[in-house]
């Protein structure tokens, strides 16, 4: 099972950008895809995008099409999730977690669950 860390939140003005990071440790971060998923409070865990192992493949969430770009560096361990544009609305916690395959995208089917950086975007 993979576990996993993420870092790279805080605070930023509306328009702004921040890149979120996410360690993975052991041998097998590489097979699965990952993904991102953000939370804010009182609300559901939502997905926001995902990538494939080989990184040939991804899929966003409609809210940050265009904005978001999800990647992956399989020799560091290393997800990223840049995010440009950021809109209050984007404010959550955001957490990464793997899957093995490609075609979910719902929280339930992902594991290995980091404690989430938090991103607040102030208008």
């Known amino acids: 099972q993979v576990q996993l860390v993420e870092s790279g939140g805080g605070l930023v003005q509306a328009g702004g950008s921040l890149r979120l990071s996410c360690a993975g440790s052991?041998?097998?971060?590489?097979?699965?895809?990952m993904g991102w998923f953000r939370q804010a409070p009182g609300k559901e865990r939502d997905f926001v995008a995902a990538i494939s192992w080989t990184g040939d493949r991804t899929r966003y969430a409609d809210s940050v099409k265009g904005r978001f770009t999800i990647s992956r560096e399989n020799a560091k361990n290393t997800l990223y999730l840049q995010m440009n544009t950021l809109k209050p609305e984007d404010t959550a916690v955001y957490y990464c977690?793997?899957?093995?395959?490609?075609?979910?995208?719902?929280?339930?089917?992902?594991?290995?669950w980091g404690q989430g950086t938090q991103v607040t975007v102030s208008s």
């Open positions: 977690a793997a899957v093995q395959g490609w075609g979910l995208f719902e929280s339930s089917a992902y594991d290995g």
């Open positions: 052991g041998r097998t971060f590489r097979t699965y895809t």
